[in-house]
């Protein structure tokens, strides 16, 4: 099963989203969110709706046929690679350290990326702390994205704390 982003456009009417929903539903996919963004229309006038799915593979391409069949515009569509996300806290001299080699120690795997990061730096020459979040192709491959940052945090003698979510990796 791959899980699927679709964004479409929908008129601001009744009955729209189950235009979508339907053949969803009849092509066996399972629906994980909706996403609807009504305060934000697009250059058409109509709401950008952001559905995400668990799908068979070999089905994704009927499904956008499907919904464009029954016109509803298909803005976007993509297969998520990114399935499993842990938020950890570091600590210590994070950005005097090399920040770009810690990100990219986690971008280069090819199976992990650091999606979100927030730092906080009180005082010029003394430690900050950052929430980072990481996200892999699975929960295997995140553990393995982890053990690396705890690899690079003993190195530069950052304090790592982790996991921040409820979900254990």
């Known amino acids: 099963m791959a899980v699927v982003s679709i964004v479409v456009e929908l008129k601001d009417q009744p009955g729209q989203l189950l ?8 092509l066996g996919g399972n629906i994980l969110s909706v996403v609807h963004q009504r305060d934000k229309k697009t250059p058409l006038g109509r709401i950008p709706v952001e559905v995400s799915l668990q799908i068979d593979e070999k089905k994704v391409e009927e499904l956008i046929e499907a919904i464009k069949g029954v016109e509803i515009i298909v803005r976007s569509y993509n297969k998520i690679r990114l399935l499993a996300t842990t938020s950890i806290m570091l600590i210590g001299h994070i950005v005097h350290t090399d920040l770009s080699d810690t990100i990219n120690s986690i971008d280069k795997t090819g199976f992990a990326e650091v999606v979100d990061m927030h ?35 003993r190195r530069k003698s950052i304090l790592m704390i982790e996991p921040l979510n409820e979900e254990q990796i």
């Open 119 to 153: 730092i906080s730096m009180p005082h010029l020459n003394e430690p900050s702390t950052a929430m980072v979040t990481v996200s892999a192709t699975g929960k295997e491959k995140l553990r393995e994205a982890i053990e690396l940052m705890r690899e690079v945090c």
């Open 19 to 26: 235009r979508v929903v339907e053949p969803i539903s009849r």
